[in-house]
């Protein structure tokens, strides 16, 4: 049991099994994360409200101009999904460490970084829904098509996302033990996830002008290659991130 909840991490399979082992692991962990969320509904909860109270205030504040509005709409979509993110990232493992979760998780004979992909599974999970819930309020209020363009904007919002949790797990993991977590992360997430978006802002403006992707393939493959990059970073890096 980790922080309450029951998770099934076979002892001889996790370090001898190979591939199938190691996936079991990976999504023991993130559906324990899952489940306990299911239970407490807290951090999903508030990750919705906030992003959606910071589209509801941009539609208010610029309802008299609905071209610069537009021309926006990208940039605060995104903002809204980073702030709401920043909250269930500070969360997945504040609530860990508090009921002596993360011990558990540490003492468990898994490679750690078993850990970092269950805990991104589940934050790319959380996020999800967020988005999912977000991009309709998005476009009912704003005024801005996405149906037409949902193909696209699912690509740029996958790789966005991606690219987000993949370095937010390494670094909510990484400010866990610090005392001051809830503005370290923020310090070290927000400038090392600029080139990834500034990639799903202009790719997400250029879907909804354009309705294709064609004039963003280079941003496209930056996000690609940055997702790569960091989720192979969090792979080696989370097991020193750990340490005491």
């Known amino acids: 049991s980790v922080a309450g909840v029951p998770v099934e991490i076979r002892t001889p399979r996790a370090r001898e099994g190979g591939p199938r082992a190691y996936a079991r692991a990976v999504f023991a962990i993130a559906g324990k994360d899952l489940r306990a969320e299911w239970r407490s509904r807290e951090m999903l909860s508030s ?6 109270l910071i589209v509801v205030l941009f539609h208010f504040a610029f309802e008299s101009d609905r071209e610069g509005m537009r021309r926006i709409a990208p940039g ?8 709401a993110g ?4 500070n969360r997945s493992f504040a609530s860990e460490k508090d ?12 490679d750690r970084s078993a850990i970092y992909l269950g805990k991104m599974l589940s934050n790319l999970c959380f996020l999800g829904v967020v988005e999912l819930v977000t991009f309709p309020v ?7 098509p996405l149906l037409g363009v949902a193909p696209e904007i699912a690509l740029v919002a996958f790789l966005g996302t991606v690219g987000y949790t993949a370095v937010g797990t390494l670094f909510a993991g990484m400010s866990a033990n610090a005392r001051m977590r809830e503005v370290m992360l923020p310090m070290l997430l927000f400038p090392v996830e600029v080139p990834v978006l500034l990639g799903a802002i202009r790719a997400t403006g250029e879907a909804i002008t354009r309705g294709s992707l064609d004039g963003v393939r280079g941003w496209l493959n930056l996000m690609g290659a940055f997702d790569i990059l960091f989720i192979a970073a969090g792979l080696v890096l989370f097991e020193f991130v750990l340490e005491e």
């Open 86 to 89: 920043v909250l269930g990232l």
């Open 138 to 144: 998005f476009s009912l209020l704003l005024d801005v």
């Open 99 to 110: 009921r002596g979760g993360l011990a558990g998780l540490l003492l468990a004979p898994v």
């Open 47 to 52: 990750m919705l409200l906030f992003a959606l």
């Open 76 to 83: 605060m979509l995104w903002m809204a999904f980073v702030f």
